[in-house]
């Protein structure tokens, strides 16, 4: 069984965006790719349970846990 990771690269903030993901969904696939700022990246992980890496050019990894959650 494997585990489908996605890397987003989001010119502008420097960071390099590795995704884990169990569940995703069009939408939510559509808002990361279009997503210009930290914020609207955050916002558009919505659906499922995800583990971010966020990797700054200096190597150093920030980690998020992203449950799902409703409006």
């Known amino acids: 069984m494997s585990t489908e990771i996605c890397r987003y690269v989001f010119t502008g903030t ?12 069009k939408l939510s696939t559509q808002k990361i790719n279009n997503a210009t700022s930290n914020k609207e ?10 583990q971010i ?3 700054t050019k200096e190597g150093k990894v920030h980690s998020k846990k992203i449950l799902r959650h409703e409006n």
């Open 14 to 25: 420097g960071f390099i965006v590795n995704i884990r993901r169990s569940e995703v969904t």
């Open 53 to 55: 890496n966020l990797i």
């Open 41 to 50: 990246l955050l916002s558009g992980l919505k659906n499922g349970l995800f």
